[in-house]
Structure formats: C-alpha cells, structure tokens
C-alpha cells in the first residue's frame, strides 16, 4: 500500500491564482480530512469527508473548496489564493468517523504551499 | 467546545533520562486523546491514543501516555529518552458530537529536543 499519497509536494503561486491540491488513499478509508500547518498553530483542519459524496467544513474552510466523487480521492481547491493561505497541508485519512469508531488518522507527506 | 493545550512550546532532555510532553484537554463529553509524532518534512505519525480503560496507555516506539480526568491531562512519557526522538508532538483531542464529531483538534506542538 502506497497509503496517503500528496501532490505536487512543493507550489508556489500568485495573488488570485486557482490550484488543486491532491489527495489519493489506497486503504479504502471512508473518512478523509485537509489540515494546514502553520508555525505556533499545529493542525487546524479545513473540510473533511465521512464518505464519498459528503463533505463538511472544519474550522478554517473559507477559500478552499472539497469534493469526494469516490472513496479514494479528496482534492483540494483554491479558488483565489491570498498570501494567507502560505502554509503546509496535509492530507489524512481513517478507516471511519462514527460516534462508535475510534481510529486514528493515516497522513500524507504534506504540500508546501507558497503564494506571493 | 474541545481543545488540547501544550504548555511547553520546547521540552530538552539527556539522552537517556525519562522525557514527559504535557498536554491538558477540555472536551465535554468522552474524551478521545491522540498523540501523534513529526518529523522534519515530514507528515504526522501515530503514536498511541486513549478511548477508555487503563488510564496508561502504551504505543509505538516506547513511547506511553497517562490519562487522568480528575486534572484533564494526558501527557506523554518515556523512560529513556533517545536522541532520535527529537522531534515535534502533538496532542489532539475528538470532537464529542453534533458537528464537531468529524473535527479533530491539535495542540499547538512541543518540540522535544534529546541531547546526546
């Protein structure tokens, strides 16, 4: 198993340039998660997927949008980047995210993220 | 609402003698704790996580962690530190439901630094 796989691993953009970060997972897991990374912040997570055909928002989803059209991959768009969303992000996945399952979440190697 | 606090931004210790990584967590209901380990450029790792019963848990590399409700901590221990445990921890904690269930929510971080 290749797990959580990310690309590109390095970007840098412009003010008001869109992209798409990948995410693929080869686990069959039905929950799959964006987090940045910022120095001083830890993890704060952006959208997250229980399954395929559902997202919802984390804590810091303005700017970014998801979509899950299958189990295995969970890109992340940016629409119009700012120099604000300059950071690490990470994908993660887990088996699943129920009231009754607790798993512990598999990451990616991360993308670093630069916009001027 | 849930978060995870980590006191010490930076933790040293000789090679060889017993490391602690504090981490104190509020969360309504049933407390679900993680703790995962990073290092450089690279993504997060598992370590071990809390769900219920014994309140030591044991992990992945030697690491162990104690739950403790009466002071919401759950800090992370070793015995005998390595100077290949250098490295950045992170405590989290789950959301407890409604719409933080799908959420998982970090610390801030602590970098461990092992002197030789």
């Known amino acids: 198993n290749a797990g959580v796989t990310q690309t590109p691993k390095f970007q840098v953009l412009k003010t008001g340039q869109s992209m798409t970060l990948q995410c693929a997972q080869d686990?069959?897991?039905?929950?799959m998660s964006w987090y940045r990374q910022d120095p001083g912040m830890g993890l704060r997570l952006i959208h997250y997927s229980v399954g395929a055909g559902i997202t919802d928002q984390g804590e810091v989803p303005n700017g970014y949008n998801v979509s899950r059209s299958t189990t295995e991959d969970f890109p992340l768009r940016l629409l119009s980047a700012a120099p604000s969303q300059t950071s690490v992000y990470f994908c993660?996945?887990?088996?699943?995210?129920?009231?009754?399952?607790?798993?512990?979440?598999?990451f990616g190697p991360g993308t670093r993220l630069t916009v001027l | 609402a849930q978060s995870v606090a980590q006191p010490e931004d930076q933790v040293n210790v000789a090679e060889g003698n017993p490391l602690t990584v504090k981490c104190t967590y509020s969360?309504?209901?049933?407390?679900?704790l993680f703790w995962y380990v990073q290092y450089p450029n690279r993504g997060l790792q598992f370590l071990l996580k809390?769900?219920?019963?014994?309140?030591l848990v044991k992990g992945s590399y030697g690491f162990e962690a104690e739950f403790n409700k009466s002071q919401t901590s759950f800090h992370l221990k070793k015995p005998s530190a390595l100077v290949s445990d250098s490295a950045l921890y992170f405590c989290a904690v789950r959301g407890d439901g409604g719409s933080t269930l799908g959420r998982l929510y970090f610390g801030r971080g602590t970098q461990l630094t092992v002197w030789p």
């Open positions: 993660a996945s887990s088996p699943t995210w129920t009231a009754s399952s607790i798993h512990e979440q598999f």
């Open positions: 686990m069959n897991h039905e929950y």
């Open positions: 969360v309504s209901g049933n407390p679900y």
């Open positions: 809390y769900i219920t019963g014994d309140n």
